[in-house]
């Protein structure tokens, strides 16, 4: 089964970045080989609907699972719709996070943890 983990680098060292949308990286991993790969976000530089574009990224990539620090409302949607769990908790490193995963010390979310954006009032 593969897992995504946000990622600040495309290496499974890499430290972990708390945001989704706008994390450079995923590290997707397959927990049941350990075999990984770093994967762009194509959607961290979007002017708008960031968390929508990388969602999809996901959903294409064919991964399971999501494991997160923050996400929002539209993200979080369009994993659900997919059947994509998503859990929260991620700390430390990639490795570290995937390992906390398997152990079951990440918590599934069953609704966003961070509020919907919004560019209003931003120059």
Not at 33 to 54: K, M, R
Not at 93 to 101: N, P
């Amino acid at each position: 089964m593969k897992v995504a983990v946000c990622a600040r680098e495309s290496h499974i060292n890499s430290p972990v970045d708390q945001r989704f949308g706008r994390c450079l990286y995923f590290v997707v991993v397959d927990v049941d080989s350990g075999d990984w790969e770093g994967l762009p976000n194509t959607g961290c530089h979007s002017g708008g609907g960031a968390g929508i574009q990388t969602a999809q990224l996901l959903v294409n990539a064919g991964v399971k699972a999501v494991l997160v620090d923050r996400i929002g409302p539209n993200a979080m949607e369009v994993l659900a719709r997919a059947g994509i769990q998503v859990y929260e908790g991620i700390s430390g490193t990639v490795s570290q996070s995937v390992e906390a995963y398997r152990q079951g010390h990440l918590k599934l979310l069953s609704q966003p943890n961070s509020p919907r954006h919004s560019r209003r009032g931003r120059s």
